[in-house]
């Protein structure tokens, strides 16, 4: 064998040579874009923390949605703004089928049947102490009584035409009992996308604003996960596969790609990240700085994940993307 000098430069000569050989690809199919309702008519109004995203009235959101389906995007995942007049305790206006997500979902999906509908199951848009779960009197967050709530929120949602719902609670043995409730209910076709490693993470401050759901005390510590820890998010991944689970996820996104690559070694499951809203407004605080091109960088973000292993991801740069693959 001669002894030549290896040059890998020979497939980086030219962009042909360049899309030849690349690895890893992206489309507009890999996007799902999260997206604030909220009550009104004729309203979009703007994230302040998040430059281009809006909180949507029912018609307007019907409006972007149809933006977002032309451009490719196959799927939207909604998340509601509820007023704080209806924030209780009990978090009973999660289970109003007059509320905010059932009446979103059907004027979506009646509207771009297509499309696929994402729903979020948590409690803490509906809380008025901002938690994911029940509150006992002595500040605990009760897992059990949590999940009866998910549960009737899972088989709501279906029954108004979501596709997929997503436990983001982190409570323990919620996909089973979501999955066993659906199944009893005649919704054995709607999935579930679990939030399997949701870590307590930072990343979270422009979401929180959005929604004005930052916890009124305490943190959120006693269920999401530990940002110092990998090998807890395998113990996740396997209970939320035996327990019926058509898609696991990983948040934040871009901070636990390892964590992300250990499940994609672990599993055949599709695999969701999402990129978190403090993801997202640091790309477009640094672009509005000049420091950096939000257009590439977002594309880098975008490929980041895919070839760490994720088949979809969440962005609130979805629609932007999208348009730049053209």
Known sequence: MLDLPRRPRRNRRNAAIRSMVRETSLSPANLIMPCFVREGQGLSEPVASMPGCHRHSLDRLVEAAREWAALGIPAIALFPV???????????????????????????????PE???????????????????????????????????????????ARCGADIVAPSDMMDGRVGEIRSSLDSEGFENTGIMAYTAKYASGFYGPFRDALDSAPRSGDKKTYQMDPANRREALLEADLDEAEGADILMVKPGLPYLDVLRELRDRTTLPLAAYHVSGEFAMLKAAAANGWL???????????CFRRAGADMVLTYGAADAARLMG
């Open 293 to 303: 091109d939000y257009d590439r960088c977002l594309m880098e973000a975008m490929i």
């Open 115 to 157: 499309l696929q509908l994402i729903t979020d199951l948590a409690l803490d848009p509906f809380t008025d102490h901002g938690h994911d779960g029940l509150m006992s009197v002595d500040g605990r967050i009760l897992n059990d009584e949590t999940v009866e709530v998910l549960c009737g929120m899972a088989a709501l949602h």
């Open 82 to 112: 509820t007023p704080p007049q209806a924030k209780t305790g009990d978090a009973k206006a999660a289970l109003d089928p007059d509320g905010l997500v059932p009446r979103a979902l059907k004027s979506v999906k009646d509207a771009l």
